[in-house]
């Protein structure tokens, strides 16, 4: 993990060429790009927001303020961290990209030099991040790339017990994903798993053409805030919930058979957690899951 501390001077002279305050729009987003050289990369997920009526209606459906403390992932150019720092919010913004790292501070003081000082920024992949400097971080707010945004958002919700609430924007598919509910057809690992630490919800979709490069797929958002989790070691469950979805056709007492040692055993567990074996995975909610591995934990499979 790298804490920004300073820019260097060509930096500082490139940014200054872009005289505009407030927040990004398509021209400013290309300029800064431009400057850097910057081909935006699928690897990377880097689709950029360039409509400023977009960044504030993430920042309004968040309901972040001055009180918060703002986790960031992978903020690009600044579009959506000019739009939260506008609401008094210190804002920690974590981008892998070390151009785009560097640069962030220097766009933040030229268009909104009065919100600098609640601005830090560190170069870090976010799956690798154990700890940020500051104040614990009470809100995730962010674009997540496409292709990381759930595991990204777990790890944070596993590893910052302080992030209490959050808005992401993921890919529509993966909003639908992660807010889904048991015995609808798209439950599964995300969803079951995300009830785990939170409440999910869907709050809204965002269309294509507010991005750049254009996105050849919807986005949705996802609100969520911290639930108690239930009783159950996280670890322990969440292996039976990959094991529950590996086979969704399967009933669980099929589908459990190896994790339990046979299909008896499997058999015998669900009935010792109240659990029906001839059910399938996506009938559990995350509660049955972490009784059905409390059960295993405790030798309830004879």
Known sequence: MALLQSVPLTHRLTV???????????AEIRE??????????????QNFVIDPNTVRRIVRTAEVSSADVILEIG?????????LLETGAQVVAVEVDERLATLLPETVGVRMPEALQRLTV?????????????????VVVANLPYN??????LTLLQRFESLQRGLVMVQAEVADRITAVPGSRIYGIPSAKMAWYAQARRVGAVGRKVFWPEPNVDSGLVA??????????????????????AQRRKTLRAALAQWAGSPANAEALCRAAAVDPGARGEALDVTDFARLALAHGDGASI
């Open 32 to 45: 800064l790009a431009g400057r850097l050289e910057l081909r935006p990369t699928k690897r990377l997920g």
């Open 16 to 26: 200054a060429t872009v005289s505009a305050t407030g927040l990004l729009g398509p």
């Open 122 to 138: 560190v170069t870090a992949d976010a799956l690798a991040l154990l700890e940020i400097p500051g104040p614990p971080p009470t």
């Open 75 to 83: 903020p690009g150019l600044g579009s959506l961290t000019l739009g």
């Open 224 to 245: 969520f805030s911290r639930r108690v989790s239930p009783p159950g070691d996280r670890a322990a469950t969440f292996t039976l919930i990959d094991a529950a979805f």
């Open 148 to 153: 990381i945004s759930v595991p990204v958002l």
